[in-house]
C-alpha cells in the first residue's frame, strides 16, 4: 500500500498545457485501469475529474484529460486556466483498497 | 441530491478513542461502497477504510487492528470507531461515496471532520 508517486509541482502560463504523472507498480495503476484524478481547492473538499484512467464526469471540461502506460498515468490539463492552480491527487485501485498519489500542486503563472 | 455530512471529530488524547458519523441522504449507504480518506495538515490524501455494500470492510495498513468501519443502514449512516489513536491520525477525515456507475472513483466527499490527537 505504498503512495502513488507524483512530482510535488507543476506549473503553466494561461493557455499552454502541464501534464502531471502518476507512477505506481503492477499491482496497483499497472494491473487495472481504474485510475482517478481529483482536484482540491485550498479548504475544499476533493472532486473527481478523471476516472478509469481517460473519462470525464459531466460537467468536467474536456480541457482535462487523462492517460495511462504501463504503471504510469498521466493528467494533461490543456489551455491552462486560472481556476485550474489547485491540488491534484491520483487515486487507482489496489485490490481490495484505494492508493492514493502524494499530490501535485498545480501553478498557473 | 446527494450528501454527505461527518461529525464526531475533536481534540483527544493518545492512546484514546473517537468515533465519526458520516450522515448520508439522496442514496443509500447500504447499496454503495463507501469509505473514509483523511488528510493531514498540509499533507496529502490517504485512503483509510472501505465497506462494500455487502458488508465487507477493509483496512489501510496503519489503522488495521484500531479502526472499526461500520453502518447503521436505519439511519442511512456510515461510522469509524477509532482506538488507541496516535499522533499521526491527526488529519481530517472525509467520508467519501465511490460511484456505482464506474469503478473505483469517488464520486461524492463530505466536508471533512478535523481529528486532533495531542496530550
Known amino acids: 500500500q505504498s503512495a502513488l508517486t507524483q512530482p510535488p509541482s507543476a506549473s503553466g502560463s494561461p493557455g499552454q498545457s502541464v501534464t502531471i504523472s502518476c507512477t505506481g507498480t503492477s499491482s496497483d495503476v499497472g494491473g487495472y485501469n481504474y485510475v482517478s484524478w481529483y482536484q482540491q481547492h485550498p479548504g475544499k473538499a476533493p472532486k473527481l475529474m478523471i476516472y478509469?484512467?481517460?473519462k470525464r464526469p459531466s460537467g468536467v471540461p474536456d480541457r482535462f484529460s487523462g492517460s495511462k502506460s504501463g504503471n504510469t498515468a498521466s493528467l494533461t490539463v490543456s489551455g491552462l486556466q486560472a481556476e485550474d492552480e489547485a491540488d491534484y491527487y491520483c487515486?487507482?485501485?489496489?485490490?481490495?483498497?484505494?492508493?492514493f498519489g502524494g499530490g501535485t500542486k498545480l501553478t498557473v503563472l | 441530491e446527494v450528501q454527505l455530512v461527518e461529525s464526531g471529530g475533536g481534540l483527544v488524547q493518545p492512546g484514546g478513542s473517537l468515533r465519526l458519523s458520516c450522515a448520508a441522504s439522496?442514496?443509500?449507504?447500504?447499496?454503495?461502497?463507501m469509505s473514509w480518506v483523511r488528510q493531514a495538515p498540509g499533507k496529502g490524501l490517504e485512503w483509510v477504510s472501505i465497506?462494500?455494500?455487502?458488508?465487507?470492510?477493509y483496512h489501510a495498513d496503519p489503522v488495521k487492528g484500531r479502526f472499526t468501519l461500520s453502518r447503521d443502514n436505519s439511519k442511512n449512516t456510515l461510522y469509524l470507531q477509532m482506538n488507541s489513536l496516535r499522533a499521526e491520525d491527526t488529519a481530517v477525515y472525509y467520508c467519501a461515496r465511490l460511484s456505482d456507475i464506474v469503478y473505483w472513483a469517488i464520486d461524492y466527499w463530505g466536508q471533512g471532520t478535523l481529528v486532533t490527537v495531542s496530550s
Open positions: 478509469e484512467v481517460s
Open positions: 465497506i462494500y455494500a455487502g458488508g465487507s470492510t
Open positions: 487515486s487507482s485501485y489496489a485490490g481490495r483498497s484505494l492508493v
Open positions: 439522496g442514496f443509500s449507504v447500504s447499496s454503495n461502497y
